[in-house]
């Protein structure tokens, strides 16, 4: 996901980061080194450098950051950043339990229902097409129980 643009609010204390889709807010006390009374943001900019994945910013003691776009997204909380980081959490759990399991590859496929490169790409965890379902019936198979929690927010 690439960066637009990104602006200073400082009514608000945050960034504004825009992106194709929308724009996100992100919150001064986030960023590191953080800006303070007597040292605030001199410059900010979308980072070429990084293939407009990230901001760099500067404060005006000279210190400089750089925040990337999954920072944002996570900060935001946007529901599709946390879907693929759930996914890519069950994936890299679905690694660790191949690599103790006695069953092998063409088992596990056999018992899926689905072929061997099927199980291949369940075991990318760069491969966000998959579903969340079909990672959770390969960890079935390989003898693992998928609670998910669900709590009130602390303040």
Known sequence: ???????????????????SR???LFPFSRLDPAPGPD?????????AELARE???YRLRSGRAGT???EQVLEANEDPRYM???LLYRLTIEAQARIETTPLSKRELARRLKTSLTQIYRLLDQTNYR???DQVLGLLRVLDCDVDFVVTRRSA
């Open 54 to 56: 990230a901001f760099s």
């Open 22 to 24: 929308q724009t996100y």
């Open 130 to 132: 998959k579903s969340i």
């Open 67 to 69: 925040v990337h776009v």
């Open 39 to 47: 040292d605030d943001i001199v410059q900010c900019a979308v980072d």
């Open 83 to 85: 879907r693929d980081l």
């Open 1 to 19: 996901m690439k960066i637009r643009s990104v602006s200073l609010n400082r009514r608000r204390s945050v960034v504004n980061v825009r992106m």
